[in-house]
């Protein structure tokens, strides 16, 4: 790998992150106090709170952003541990959509929406009235404009045809469990190091869809990063209260529990996912659909374990309490 592409790579990640942050600070800036009030009222009960986390998440874009406001009103008494588990329940269903978009700028050519984003976004920046409004434009079209580099970067880097990588991808058994225990702790650590598990989502599919990383390696790290990204909110609640550190505390055992049980079914579950897009996981010559099956695992990974688990939200919290 050149400096060049290598920079390329660096540059085009940092994108993407810019561009989901000025998405989630535009669209809580133009929600206003009304999302404060949402995620704060329409918690009465379990599943109310769950669907709550979905639309907030998938409004403002960040998993971290979600459960890092649920943990501050839970340290401000606004919310209870258990309706914070709820919502916490749903940011993890909500965050799976930007799998999805970054899946589509594999999938589609995205170079004709990004500049037009850029021109009606500025123009709106520069009349204060939809200034918000240009701003998420902005970030919505760094955001495509990244997944359009990394997707040139991919195939730049022809890694596919580079002995070294294949021969070292090619070392690990994909049917061995200790590999994926392997690229699950590599996965959940580096989410943790970078803080942010769409940049980390980015380079597994950028490295899935050149055909060096086998699926069930890929899969792997995208269950490090359900791990990984709980860090976040764990970060936030250090200097907060105990109730803050228990809704904290609650998301990595929610994620970790949904990693176990997936473990422990983790080849059939991956080859019906597989199966739900059509592509054969022994198979080596359909790589372009590899960031959809990744997208696919993550929402029925975190449906899954949120149907699983949701009926047990009191249990958890004496879990946590106990803890």
């Given amino acids: 790998m050149t400096i060049e592409i290598l920079f390329r790579l660096l540059g085009s990640l940092a994108l993407l992150i810019y561009g989901m942050k000025t998405m989630s600070d535009a669209l809580q800036k133009l929600a206003g106090s009304g999302l404060r009030h949402i995620l ?22 960040s998993s ?48 004709n929406v990004v500049f037009p984003a850029f021109l009606i ?19 919505l079209a760094f955001l495509f404009w990244s997944l359009v580099m990394l997707s040139g970067v991919g195939r730049d880097m022809d890694l596919q045809h580079n002995a070294d990588v294949v021969n070292f991808f090619a070392s690990f058994d994909t049917s061995s469990y200790f ?15 970078v803080q942010s598990s769409a940049a980390v989502m980015a ?6 869809s050149t055909g060096v990383l086998p699926v069930y390696m890929g899969i792997a790290l995208v269950m490090g990063e ?26 990595l055992l929610f994620n970790v529990f949904g990693v176990v049980w997936l473990l422990a079914v983790f080849y059939p579950f ?8 059509g592509y054969d996981s022994m198979a080596v010559a359909q790589t372009e659909r590899l960031p959809v099956v990744l997208a696919m695992f993550h929402t029925c990974f975190n ?12 249990q958890m919290e004496r879990l946590v309490c106990y803890l």
Avoid: E
């Fill in 40 to 61: 704060g009222r329409m918690t009465s009960n379990r599943f109310s709170g769950m669907l709550t986390g979905v639309f907030v998440t998938c409004a403002v874009q």
């Fill in 179 to 193: 590999t994926i225990l392997i690229f699950l702790a590599v996965g959940t650590l580096i989410t943790c190091i």
């Fill in 203 to 208: 380079i597994t599919i950028l490295l899935c």
């Fill in 270 to 277: 991956a080859d019906m996912v597989c199966g739900f897009v």
């Fill in 121 to 139: 976004g500025m123009v709106l920046i520069y009349r204060k009235r939809h200034r918000f409004v240009g701003d998420f434009l902005f970030g």
């Fill in 64 to 111: 971290s952003a979600t459960t890092v406001m649920t943990v501050s009103f839970v340290s401000a008494g606004l919310l209870s541990l258990a309706q914070a588990i709820s919502v916490i329940m749903g940011a993890n269903i909500g965050t799976t959509l930007t799998a999805w978009i970054m899946s589509l700028g594999y999938n589609v050519d995205l170079t």
């Fill in 303 to 314: 449906i899954l374990n949120t149907v699983f688990l949701i009926g047990f939200i009191p």
């Fill in 226 to 251: 359900n791990i990984g990204t709980t860090a976040t909110a764990n970060l936030a609640a250090l200097g907060a209260g105990i109730a803050a550190r228990r809704a904290a505390l609650a998301h």
